[in-house]
Nanobody
Framework: QVQLVESGGGSVQAGGSLRLSCAIS????????MGWFRQAPGQEREGVAI???????????EYADSVKGRFTISQDYVKNTVYLQMNSLKPEDTAMYYC??????????????????WGQGTQVTVSS
């Protein structure tokens, strides 16, 4: 089993920044694909970013069009933590943000069924 615990959410004004953290514990493997999703009230859960290691030990990252150039996913293997740096936040970024992990070493952004483990979420609220 793998446990994921998110933190770092909060309330900010438009244009502000937040950094979300996802602490990974349990039987985790460095090769696991990691992702961030978000879900606003009344809306589907959508993929925000993914990150996984390629065979040449470089990292593949992908972002939803709505966050490209503003959000950055990263991972600290020593701290077993995945981060989502969010800059230039907009009111439409308001949502519950979830960290997810896939047993596979590959995943597709926004494909919930690719992911096997989920955190409880952390709320992000952006006011105009």
């Amino acid at each position: 089993q793998v446990q994921l615990v998110e933190s770092g959410g909060g309330s900010v004004q438009a244009g502000g920044s937040l950094r979300l953290s996802c602490a990974i514990s349990g039987n985790a493997d460095r090769s696991m694909c990691m992702g961030w999703f978000r879900q606003a009230p009344g809306q589907e859960r959508e993929g925000v970013a993914i990150r996984y290691r390629l065979s040449d030990n470089t990292n593949y990252v992908e972002y939803a069009d709505s966050v490209k150039g503003r959000f950055t996913i990263s991972q600290d293997y020593v701290k077993n933590t995945v981060y989502l740096q969010m800059n230039s936040l907009k009111p439409e970024d308001t949502a519950m943000y979830y960290c997810a992990a896939a047993r596979m070493d590959y995943c597709r952004i926004g494909v919930r069924t690719d992911f096997d483990y989920w955190g409880q979420g952390t709320q992000v609220t952006v006011s105009s």
